[in-house]
């Protein structure tokens, strides 16, 4: 049975330390009770049908299955299940890919604790939370054309320092096709060249290269 007294919390980060922390800045308030602690989304997914919180605070970067692939099987499951990414991540195509997934809120972890506690209550009172730094980098996403899988998995290779000649052999692509990838890549960043492009994908959060 859920309290009709306190908002129950699940917290999922793979640091300890980070938890911990949560915990105490929580806990604080009366009205919120910390009900499970989870490093990894598979625990993540146990532990809300065992624990079925009001909220969760989800980190994007998890060892295993991500935040974005944690929330999507929590929604798929409980689709009344209110997520809210909490992490260091803020690139736009992150923030895009966290909405898409069905979270009601995206905060970074440098968030006040006065401003974590006031999310938490507007969300379990049924609003979203998304920040205006937030709002603006997925608006502007919106904005920007979509790369498809072909130049995603050319784009990884180029911010590895890849060849044009060694991407084709990884993907087993003709060279002329890699090419043709890498001139469409070039325009839909508004990059001059491959290291330009390699860049303003891992600031926008296109790729992650650990």
């Given at each position: 049975m859920k309290s009709a007294l306190k908002i129950r919390v699940m917290l999922?980060?793979?640091h300890f330390v980070v938890r911990a922390g949560l915990v105490?800045?929580?806990?604080l308030d009366a009205e919120i009770e910390v009900v499970a602690e989870c490093d990894c989304g598979e625990d993540a997914i146990a532990a809300y049908r065992k624990r079925r919180p009001d909220l969760v605070l989800m980190d994007w970067r998890l060892p295993g299955i991500s935040g974005v692939e944690a929330t999507a099987a929590i929604l798929r499951e409980f689709p009344e299940a209110r997520i809210v990414s909490l992490t260091a991540?803020?690139?736009e195509e992150?923030?895009?890919r966290a909405v898409k997934a069905g979270v009601?809120?995206?905060?970074p972890k440098t968030v006040s604790r006065k401003e974590l506690l006031a999310a938490i209550r507007a969300v379990h009172g049924g609003?979203?939370?998304f920040p205006p730094a937030i709002a603006a980098k997925l608006e502007q996403r919106n904005r920007r054309p979509a790369l498809n899988d072909r130049e995603l998995a050319v784009l990884q290779r180029i911010a590895r320092g890849r060849s044009n000649k060694e991407i084709a052999a990884d993907l087993d692509f003709a060279e002329v096709t890699v090419k043709f990838h890498v001139g469409n890549l070039l325009e839909k960043l508004g990059a001059a060249d491959r290291t330009q492009a390699a860049t303003a994908a891992i600031q926008r959060g296109i790729i992650h290269l650990d």
């Open positions: 999922v980060d793979d105490g800045a929580l806990t991540t803020e690139g992150d923030i895009h009601v809120g995206y905060l609003e979203k939370c």
